[in-house]
């Protein structure tokens, strides 16, 4: 599996959700029927810069080699994030948005559970 195309798919939908959470924390909240104000903002706000920087960390290393236990922490912290998430969009999907984005996360989880637990160069 190119790896360096995952990680760049990775970067591109946890930059998305990431600069939307922390530049428009109200307008998400309002969407998903949540409090728009006070403490419910500052999380919304906390988590975009959350997946900023997990966006950076993948940027940064979408170069090297991962997979078997190369760049092993990382791959299992991807995995974990798209897998958790993804099983939580799905048990609140309640549109095609929600179901759309527990897909996408869906993917994504797999695909770095694959790289995580397989061997970075083929067999001769």
């Known amino acids: 599996m190119n790896t360096k195309v995952l990680m760049v798919l990775s970067v591109v939908y946890l930059a ?3 600069i939307v ?4 924390p109200q307008e998400v909240n309002t969407y998903f029927n ?3 104000e006070g403490m419910a903002v500052l999380i919304s706000q906390t988590l975009g810069a959350a997946l ?3 966006a950076l960390l993948n940027w940064m290393t979408r170069s090297n080699i991962l997979g078997g236990i190369y760049g092993k ?3 299992m912290a991807n995995f974990l994030f798209f897998f958790a998430s993804g099983m939580s969009y799905l048990k609140a999907a309640d549109n095609s948005f929600t179901w759309s984005i527990a897909g996408i996360s ?5 695909s770095f559970g694959y790289v995580a637990f397989t061997h970075p160069f ?3």
């Open 16 to 18: 998305t959700q990431g």
């Open 106 to 110: 869906m993917l994504l989880g797999f």
């Open 122 to 124: 083929k067999e001769k």
């Open 52 to 54: 900023l920087a997990f």
């Open 73 to 75: 922490p990382l791959m």
């Open 21 to 24: 959470l922390t530049f428009l």
């Open 34 to 36: 949540i409090n728009s």
